[in-house]
């Protein structure tokens, strides 16, 4: 049983590497590195849950041979929609991330909070 | 020389990891879904009923459309959303 | 059948549908010119709003309504997605259309000056399709979209002044919060999708409590913290006083009706996705529930306390918003730690019950919910209308507006006894409801709640006098009281308020106490989808 | 940003074309091979957009307006939003696919053995597919162009 859930175990550490970035690191875009990070990870644990064992890709275009087991399709398309979930808000954080640099020069969240 | 801010954090991502750890290794093994009949219902029956050949496509558009109705919202919001925070603000408030 | 007929059949993916095309169609009318844009935008809303007024009398009359998305009946292994509208989805719903139609009037004067309103609208119509779409829907997968949707347009909304390093700074903390939370829940919905290959939630609920695993405490856990962050719970709360602060107060209240969408999102998943099991596994409602408890005593205590230090006038309102949001989870946090004895049956089954002040608390915090959501919109409305017309938020600054702001200060003076739960407005009813059932629970909750209640009203004594009364200072001499589209959308808040304070049984009894019975038991919930829906 | 040298902008006019025309395959044979409105979309605006870094912010400013490209990101969002609204006027639930099964374009239910030659199926998908793709190369390029146009005089470039 262990050796089967090697993958899941690469989506524990990217979920764990992105949660650190964006608990201990300071710099702004560390931390959107951060939730990418995250992001990525939970992405990967959604495809990992849909695969079958020596499985083909749920296409009918070019008649698969009729035996051939097919992979599972609603975790492919839940993570597209995720993985656009991801880009959006990507790019809104960082256009908050422009905005503060510009108007604090600093990319340190310590020192941003302040009244200026 | 650890701040307690460092040490709460240690503290959450440990438990974060142990839940995370543990769920990975009780859910199904990898490659073997154990109650996949969803999916053998697609697999089977996405072609007459939607007439797409690619069963990714025929869920994304036809069976969870409504998902993505909201994935374009999603997209269309972020667009709307960086535009309006880059416009060319004048000093009015 | 006629038009009206086929209007409500089709009316759940409608009253989705409305906003986003208008939505769609704001940033094209809006190149024609600014009054036919708004004229459109209002238009939308109302006609959306009055849809859900038309949806939630039927519901309430006849029950619970299922929508099958792209098929006309479902198939056994559930593959489409569902809506599905009961009380308590419609009675939210509600809340969320009156404020996001209000806010849209409000901000046609308030917003007047501002550049970039066609995106403006365009995201206050997404989020409102948001919300009304994370209340309606009956997936999960569903639910984690229509969630990240209102997180990304309210996190926009509120950086709108981008020239002020404080709103961008909320909206950064806002966003990456909300993104934090969203994440969770994809991963929960990943280990339930995992477990039983299923998105439907009427599905999971049915089939969760057959085989209570570790993986669906862990997905509970998971789900309950994230949903619980994103409503504004104490240990990461720091976020809620920053957005409705810093925010334009138009947006404040629409991200506060976005917050309680959360909050529904808590109840959904406490007493229908998981009700099987808190009604039959007696040690894991008590722990739940005791948890809940303690953090939304802290929150109410943390929320007045900071409300007492604050000169900021917006700030100190965003701050009794956060002791209101500790009352909402008082209540759910004592129906789940108030299970007392566990009967179990032969058969292996095991029914836990409640006593029957469980049900009224419950009953009070979701009376909170409809109540709060009016009251803090109001107080925020003030605000925006003090800044609007003075352009200053501190409240050493402010003094002696009464004179000339007259009708904005009897509002003022509404929302003040309505917050801090004062008999002819409607925050007494509910709050008396939470006092008299977490009192049989444990007396000293209902002394916290009191005293915080009481402490709100000293802050809130203590701003008007120094907002309002006071000498007046020559430099607010010629301040004259907001326009009118402002006052609209003020009085009709303020006119809710009020019935609702008079007449706190009507609404009781044919808005509240069904959607608690529709929570409690979600035996109805499964069945009208499991057993075939329309 | 700054322009990039002659080689740059001759091997870009070389290589956009063919993405573009990729782009469009995935985006028009999403129900027959992997692909579909978001990614052949994804594709040409990463064509745009190196179109974009090629001849710096300043030309593209020029070129392309912000307005034109919310006018295509909005008509392809109402084309989305509509044909899910025709679903629930001719087939009776909203997002039916009421195409399948009739015989004008994309109406045909493909057999066992088909072929990526046989195009003309899949009902509503199809449409869906241009309107979401339309959207989103108009969206994507949108926020490449703000945000080069955002960070601009920020470093000061050209």
Redesign the interface.
């Known amino acids: 049983m262990m050796a089967y859930n090697l993958p899941y175990l690469a989506v524990v550490a990217l979920v764990i590497i992105g949660l650190y970035a964006l608990l201990f690191r300071r710099n702004l875009i560390k931390m959107v590195i951060g939730i990418t990070l995250i992001e990525s990870g939970v992405n990967l644990f959604l495809i990992t849950l849909g695969f079958r064992k020596d499985s083909v890709a749920p296409i009918y275009t070019g008649a698969p041979s009729s035996k051939s087991v097919m992979s599972l399709p609603v975790p492919q398309a839940l993570t597209l929609t995720s993985i656009v979930i991801g880009v959006a808000v990507l790019a809104l954080m960082l256009t908050l991330v422009i905005h503060l640099y510009r108007h604090y020069g600093t990319l340190d969240s310590g020192k941003i909070g302040g009244e200026k | 020389m650890f701040s307690n801010r460092d040490l709460f954090g240690a503290l959450f991502l440990s438990v974060v990891a142990g839940f995370l750890i543990f769920s990975i290794f009780t859910i199904h093994p990898f490659g073997f879904p154990n109650t996949p009949e969803m999916d053998d219902y697609i697999i089977n029956n996405c072609q007459e009923e939607t007439g797409a050949n690619n069963g990714v496509t025929s869920v994304v558009f036809d069976y969870r459309g409504m998902d993505t109705l909201g994935e374009a919202t999603v997209l269309f919001t972020a667009v709307a959303a960086v535009v309006m925070l880059l416009r060319r603000v004048k000093k009015n408030d | 059948m006629n038009f009206l007929e086929t209007i409500l059949i089709?009316s759940p993916?409608?009253i989705v549908?409305i906003p986003?095309?208008a939505?769609?169609?704001t940033?094209?009318i809006g190149?024609l010119n600014e009054k036919v844009r708004n004229g459109f935008v209002i238009l939308c809303l109302l006609a959306n709003t009055s849809l859900v007024f038309y949806l939630a009398t039927d519901v309430l009359n006849n029950g619970l309504h299922t929508?099958?998305?792209?098929?006309?009946e479902s198939?056994l292994?559930?593959?489409?997605?569902f809506f599905e509208v009961d009380e308590i989805g419609i009675l939210m719903a509600v809340i969320s259309s009156i404020l996001s139609l209000l806010v849209v009037i409000y901000s046609w004067s308030f917003m007047k000056?501002?550049?970039?309103l066609s995106?403006?609208y365009?995201?206050i119509l997404?989020l409102t399709?948001?919300m009304l779409?994370m209340e309606l829907?009956g997936?999960m997968?569903?639910f984690?979209?229509?969630l990240?949707?209102t997180s990304?347009?309210s996190?926009?909304l509120i950086?709108?002044?981008?020239?002020r390093?404080?709103s961008?700074?909320a909206?950064?903390k806002y966003?990456?919060i909300s993104?934090?939370g969203?994440?969770f829940v994809?991963?929960a919905v990943?280990?339930l999708?995992?477990?039983?290959?299923?998105?439907n939630m009427a599905f999971l609920a049915e089939s969760i409590p057959v085989n209570f695993?570790?993986?669906d405490k862990?997905a509970l856990?998971?789900l309950l913290a994230a949903l619980a962050m994103k409503a504004g719970i104490v240990p990461m709360h720091m976020w809620l006083p920053d957005a409705y602060g810093r925010a334009p107060a138009a947006v404040a209240v629409v991200v506060v009706s976005a917050t309680l969408a959360s909050l529904y999102g808590v109840l959904r998943i406490c007493f229908t996705l998981y009700g099987g099991i808190f009604n039959s596994i007696y040690v894991s409602s008590q722990a739940i529930g005791g948890f809940i408890v303690i953090l939304a005593i802290l929150t109410m205590l943390i929320g007045v306390l900071m409300a007492l230090r604050q000169s900021d006038f917006k700030r100190l309102i965003a701050f009794s918003a956060l002791a209101e949001v500790g009352y909402m989870f008082l209540g759910v946090g004592t129906r789940l730690a108030s299970a007392t004895s566990v009967t179990s049956y032969t058969d292996g089954s095991s029914m836990v019950t409640f006593p029957a002040y469980s049900k009224t608390a419950l009953a009070g915090s979701v009376f909170h919910i409809f109540n709060d959501a009016l009251d803090i919109g109001l107080l925020l409305l003030v605000a925006g209308a003090v800044y609007y017309a003075t352009?200053e938020t501190s409240m050493n600054k402010l003094g002696g507006l009464a004179r000339n702001m007259r009708y904005t200060t009897v509002f003022f003076i509404i929302g003040l006894l309505a917050v801090s739960g004062i008999p002819p407005m409607n925050g007494f009813a509910s709050k008396l409801i939470i006092y008299e059932s977490t009192y049989q629970l444990n007396p000293l909750l209902s002394i916290i709640a009191v005293l915080s209640s009481i402490m709100l009203l000293a802050v809130f004594v203590k701003v008007f006098h120094s907002v309002f009364l006071g000498p007046s200072q020559n430099k607010f001499k010629d301040t004259v009281d907001v326009p009118k589209s402002m006052l609209i959308s003020m009085a009709v808040i303020a006119g809710i308020i009020v019935f609702i304070g008079l007449f706190p049984n009507i609404v009781f009894d044919n808005l509240i106490s069904p959607a608690v019975d529709a929570l409690v038991d979600n035996s109805e919930y499964i069945s009208s989808v499991l057993g075939g829906g329309v | 940003m700054t322009e990039m040298s002659k080689i740059v902008k001759t091997i870009t006019n070389i290589a956009f074309p063919f993405v573009l025309i990729y782009g469009l395959y995935v985006i028009s044979h999403g129900h027959l091979t992997p692909g579909g409105g978001f990614q052949g979309g994804a594709v040409v605006a990463s064509g745009l957009a190196m179109i974009l870094v090629a001849y710096g912010s300043n030309w593209a400013i020029k070129k392309v307006k912000e307005k034109d490209l919310s006018i295509f990101e909005s008509l392809g969002a109402i084309g989305f939003i509509s044909l899910a609204i025709l679903g629930l006027i001719f087939g009776s639930v909203f997002f039916k696919n009421f195409l399948t099964g009739k015989e004008i374009l994309f109406g045909k239910i493909p057999e066992f053995g088909s072929t990526i030659a046989n195009i003309n199926t899949a009902g509503v998908i199809p449409w869906m597919n241009f309107a979401v793709g339309l959207k989103v190369i108009a969206g994507l390029f949108a926020i490449v162009l703000v945000m080069a146009y955002g960070t601009r005089h920020l470093k000061g470039g050209a």
Do not use: M
């Open positions: 089709h993916p409608l549908a986003l095309l939505a769609f169609l940033p094209l190149k929508y099958i998305f792209g098929a006309k198939t292994p559930i593959v489409r997605i000056k501002s550049t970039g995106k403006y365009t995201l997404l399709a948001g779409g829907t997936d997968f569903n984690f979209v229509f990240e949707i990304i347009s996190c926009a950086a709108f002044w981008t020239d390093g404080l961008i700074d909206a950064f966003i990456v993104t934090i969203a994440l994809l991963f990943a280990l999708y995992g477990q039983y290959n299923a998105l695993t570790f993986i862990i856990v998971v352009k």
